[in-house]
């Protein structure tokens, strides 16, 4: 899985929305929205932030094997 695959399931079963995201993180939606589509990945930095916002570990979303 990519981070964006392991992005999009994370949010989705703890019910935020991109927006709510975005705004935890003090990024743009729109940021936010490239992660999730796979054009763009989070910054080591927010790497960090992002997975003590959905509770997980930074491993838990670099990683590509599948689940």
């Keep these: 899985m990519t981070i964006s695959n392991n992005l999009n399931r994370m949010m989705k079963e703890q019910h ?3 927006a709510q995201l975005a705004f935890w993180l003090n990024v743009s939606r ?3 929205h490239r992660w999730c589509k ?3 990945v989070p910054r080591t930095r927010l790497l960090l932030e992002l ?3 959905l ?3 930074v491993e838990d979303l670099i990683d ?3 689940v």
């Design 51 to 53: 997975a003590d916002v």
């Design 16 to 18: 935020i929305t991109q």
């Design 38 to 40: 796979g054009i763009a």
């Design 64 to 66: 590509e094997e599948e």
């Design 55 to 57: 509770k997980c570990n």
């Design 30 to 32: 729109q940021a936010v």
